[in-house]
């Protein structure tokens, strides 16, 4: 079912020339309101005005996440801070994290293509949608929640956490969607087992899983465990949260990118360079009609390739492929970003500690596991028990509370972490690739 019939099918000239009228239009706000991209338009000598075809895209300057901490919170903002009425906010080590504010037609956008997406998973007004992607300054749950009701379902705000509460709330409520990390799907999932509860006995019948990656073998173990339809989700909280684009159940192959409201583009990760339509690249989007916080050209640092072949559903919207991964360090754990660098920052602000450290990830019972392994100083005696209980427990602490992930972690005798000859091996990523 389409949510919005004529902007899903719009020919592809027509969306071309409303996507140009939109770049114009976001390049003189940009221009005229935000003084970086002002700076950064005057440093490559060109004007709004040199915008004439969607090709000139390739002009304009890149944004990278760094630009939105150097930024912290609002200089990026495109309008008063009067008219943002909602704040989302991605975890940082000093306070600099990425802020994004949405105005109130940004919400009803957001809506919107939330709901477009559901509705191309097979997600209905008859629909009891559970939504268990954690709700506050990450936008999973409140994103989701604001497409499911667009769609007028129902909607259970379940967020994470309570997994064998979760279970129960989806046998008495009926849940006929279930929305979340593919992960925690999974987990969920083993839970409701132990405790006699199998999803295929619920009338669960379709599956929102993003915010990580997953693959095509997790889809059908999922479908057949569960007896659902998985379906894939993607977005990012620069960008706008989850409904940046999303899979149909028609074809269940690359997810639908909102073209009239996100270009898309694919660049070599190394140069930046557009590369010729289908190869995998780099995606890169700039927002059309955002007003809170306008990106050019965005690095998303997500590795996947654009097909525009048409599709079986209706749709005229590119598709891109399964997100193949990511062309830096960041790492997503239980859904939540985390570079390596933020935990270096914390283990360094510690001086009893060295820099030789190393991060364990691995998964037990489908859930993400994170270990940070960090070797200690000679001056702190091993013989101190106390001492090292508490400087564990601080640093759990504050991993947990500035990045917002649960560690263990391991204070090591100097010199055990074995030295590489090159780059050292800091990241151990022992997660199935399934
Ligand atoms: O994860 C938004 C979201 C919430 C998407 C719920 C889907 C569902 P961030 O926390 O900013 O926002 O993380 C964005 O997560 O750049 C990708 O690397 C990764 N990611 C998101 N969806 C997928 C997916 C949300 N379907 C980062 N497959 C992105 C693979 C994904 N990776």
Redesign the pocket.
Known sequence: MLFNIKQETLPREELEALQLRRLQNVCNRVYATVPFYRKRFDTLGITPADIRSLEDLRLLPFTEKQDLRDNYPYALFAVPRDNIVRLHA?SGTTGKA?VVGYTARDLENWAELTARGMAAAGVTRHDVVHVA?GYGL????L??HGGAERLGATVVPASGGATKRQAYLMRDFGATVL????SYALHLWEAGMAEGIDFLDLPLRVG???????TESMRQDMEAKMGIDAL??????????????MECVEEKKG?HLWEDHFLPEIVNPQNGEPLPEGEEGELVITTLTKEGIPLIRYR???LTSLDYTPCRCGRTHVRIT??A??CDD?L?IR???VFPQQIEALLMACHELTPNYQIIVDREDNLDTLEVCVEMGEELLADEIRKLQALESGLRKSIKEFLGVTARVRLLQPHSIVRSEGKAQRIIDRRPKR
């Not at 929305?179 to 593919?182: D, G, I, N, R, S």
């Not at 929102?208 to 997953?214: T, V």
């Open positions: 991605s990425v992607y990450f936008t999973g749950g994103g989701a929305c979340c990390t593919p929102c899983f993003g915010a990580e990656p997953w894939n989700i993607y977005g990012l909280s620069e960008v706008m949260g989850p409904g940046v684009a997810l998303t640092h997500d399964r997100l991964g990511r960041m997503i859904g939540v970003n």
